[in-house]
């Protein structure tokens, strides 16, 4: 007798209606106590991917979780034994909790490939450890300063450094035109302003 069971749960994407993400995910959770569905699917196993992301709101920084993928979560659950026969008892359980619509692929759901299931936990790490701003600029706009010695000059932005969030904008000072190095959330787009 094989001693160690072949782990038969995969990674299944399932559509949720709007908004409603993590309700989806916390009342699953609350289902898998309740109908006893361990040996089907774990709570770990729930994903609802989200990054960091700051934006600039009355000249006030602020830093919010925002979702990857609006309208989806992530499930791992067994839902064919190994003899590829499917199993409804988890498939119903899961498309039963409220704010879920169905998985992706409908009555015959298809697992995510390990490449797919693989960029959605790299993007949850990369999301988790550094923030990104709510805005992308580019080269050759105009900008307003909000914050620091700089506060209320416009300028236009030379370079973007997204990986650091940081913007090399040329501000006049004097007459004459001088880089300075700023954060993303330290200016808005000047058109923003007028």
């Known amino acids: 007798m094989d001693l160690e069971k072949k782990d038969l749960r995969k990674w299944y994407a399932v559509q949720t209606r ?36 700051s934006e600039v709101k009355n000249n006030k920084k ?35 909790v409220n704010g879920v619509i169905n998985f992706m692929g409908g009555d015959r759901p298809t697992p995510l490939k390990k490449a797919e299931i693989d960029r959605i936990f790299q993007q949850m790490s990369q999301g988790e450890s550094a923030e990104k701003p709510k805005v992308n600029f580019e080269v050759g706009e105009e900008v307003k300063i909000n914050d620091g010695p700089f506060l209320s000059l ?30 993303y959330w330290q200016v808005s787009r000047a058109a923003e302003n007028q």
């Open 62 to 96: 602020t830093t919010r979780k925002r979702k990857l993928y609006p309208g989806y979560i992530f499930v791992k659950v067994k839902l064919f034994d190994e003899d590829e026969n499917f199993l409804e008892k988890p498939w119903y359980m899961i498309r039963a």
């Open 154 to 183: 416009t300028g236009r932005i030379d370079e973007v450094d997204p990986e650091r969030g940081k913007l090399k904008v040329s501000v006049s000072i004097f007459g004459r035109f001088t880089p300075v190095e700023l954060e």
């Open 18 to 53: 709007s908004n409603m993400e993590q309700k989806a995910v916390d009342a699953l959770k609350r289902t898998i106590d309740i109908e006893d569905m361990s040996e089907y699917i774990s709570k770990d196993d729930i994903l609802m991917p989200t990054e960091l992301v």
